[in-house]
């Protein structure tokens, strides 16, 4: 039954296959940025400022606490941080977020959603807005950062 289909509309089957190819890239990328994501944080430059952000957990992200506390236990190691990892907008010193493609940007969307499980109040609707302002992106990409936190059923996760 469904070969002659394939046989008449042999145009949209050969389509459909290379649509079905180039997801699959997109899916082994991602699945390399997981594998790869924060790996710096086990360097010499890195480790021992990282093992100290535990502390942080009873800090309101974004909060002025927040700020003063990265900056004081991570310092270098955060400058060294963002400098090797292109999931942060800070990597992109005159286009931050701008300057990302598509699959880093959901990337950092990911990081920021799992950042929020480190936090008691952690929430990344909040994160959103919060990281709206501080980075300067507009209400358009805050509404889309939204809509693929529910697309990935993210907010529901714990």
């Known amino acids: 039954m469904i070969l002659p289909l394939i046989k008449t509309h042999w145009g949209t089957t050969v389509h ?11 899916c082994i990328l991602l699945m390399w940025k997981a594998i790869k994501h924060d790996l710096s944080k086990y360097s010499k430059d890195e480790a021992s400022a990282f093992t100290k952000a ?3 957990k009873n800090l ?9 506390q990265i ?4 310092g270098p190691a955060l400058d060294h941080h ?3 990892n292109a999931h942060h907008p800070e990597h992109y010193k ?3 977020i701008d300057g990302m493609d598509l699959l880093t940007e959901i990337e950092m969307l990911v990081d920021w959603r799992a950042a929020t ?3 008691k109040d952690g929430n990344i609707g909040r994160s ?3 990281n709206q302002e501080r980075f300067g992106y507009d209400s358009r990409r805050a509404r889309r950062y939204h809509r693929t936190i529910e697309a990935l059923n993210l907010e529901l996760e714990n």
């Open 16 to 26: 459909k296959w290379h649509v079905f190819r180039f997801m699959l890239k997109v």
């Open 54 to 56: 535990g502390r942080l």
């Open 60 to 68: 309101t992200y974004g909060s002025d606490e927040y700020k003063l």
């Open 71 to 74: 900056r004081e236990l991570l």
């Open 82 to 84: 963002y400098e090797h």
């Open 94 to 96: 005159r286009l931050g």
């Open 117 to 119: 499980l480190r936090h």
């Open 128 to 130: 959103i807005i919060i």
